[in-house]
T-cell receptor
Framework: IAGITQAPTSQILAAGRRMTLRCTQDMRHNAMYWYRQDLGLGLRLIHYSNTAGTTGKGEVPDGYSVSRANTDDFPLTLASAVPSQTSVYFC??????????????FGPGTRLTVL | GQNIDQPTEMTATEGAIVQINCTYQTSGFNGLFWYQQHAGEAPTFLSYNVLDGLEEKGRFSSFLSRSKGYSYLLLKELQMKDSASYLCAVVDSNYQLIWGAGTKLIIKP
């Protein structure tokens, strides 16, 4: 593994189903992030984690949850998917996440369609 | 509120120069990033400015004026592979990135 990986690459999901998007990094970065990207809008932060064991809410956290049990993994769960959650989801990481304007490195993204 | 403005789309000719502008109004300022994103791919880092002035990196340069809330990305000697979206992002007072919607740059031969 080199950098950040995300799985699945794409997914079509029925409304109401539960879904977990996976994200793994091998750079030993402290901070990790989940964004969604929609046409005509900037990247919007869903949740973040400044270090293993801690998480925080971003701009659009409703309907999503995250966990950070270790440094490498940062899964994003949709408890009951709705069509408005159709989007491209990017996971990102940075060396530090607290008090430093740090470069973020992005995974390849997951394209999610909720029908 | 927080606001980042960029043109939605620009067109330029191969070999030419193009300037992509970004204006911002945010709660605090701790720097500004430019990222490149090819269609269907992840954003990748281009530059970071925190002090006023121009920073040059090969064919790409980035300028910042904090007093005017303004930045631009200058691309010289355009190549077809420069066709992509260019994202401006400001680091706010909480050290979170506030992203613009991006500028889609189309390069014509």
């Amino acid at each position: 593994i080199a950098g950040i990986t995300q799985a699945p690459t794409s997914q079509i999901l029925a409304a109401g189903r539960r879904m977990t998007l996976r994200c793994t990094q091998d750079m030993r970065h402290n901070a990790m992030y989940w964004y969604r990207q929609d046409l005509g809008l900037g990247l919007r932060l869903i949740h973040y984690s400044n270090t293993a064991g801690t998480t925080g809410k971003g701009e659009v956290p409703d309907g999503y949850s995250v966990s950070r049990a270790n440094t490498d993994d940062f899964p994003l769960t949709l408890a009951s998917a709705v069509p408005s959650q159709t989007s491209v989801y990017f996971c990102a990481s940075s060396v530090e996440g607290t008090g430093v304007p740090d470069t973020q490195y992005f995974g390849p993204g997951t394209r999610l369609t909720v029908l | 509120g927080q606001n980042i403005d960029q043109p939605t789309e620009m067109t330029a000719t191969e070999g030419a120069i193009v300037q992509i502008n970004c204006t911002y109004q945010t709660s605090g300022f701790n720097g500004l990033f430019w990222y490149q994103q090819h269609a269907g791919e992840a954003p990748t880092f281009l530059s970071y400015n925190v002090l006023d002035g121009l920073e040059e990196k090969g064919r790409f340069s980035s300028f910042l004026s904090r007093s005017k809330g303004y930045s631009y990305l200058l691309l010289k000697e355009l190549q077809m592979k420069d066709s992509a979206s260019y994202l401006c992002a400001v680091v706010d007072s909480n050290y979170q990135l506030i992203w613009g919607a991006g500028t889609k740059l189309i390069i014509k031969p």
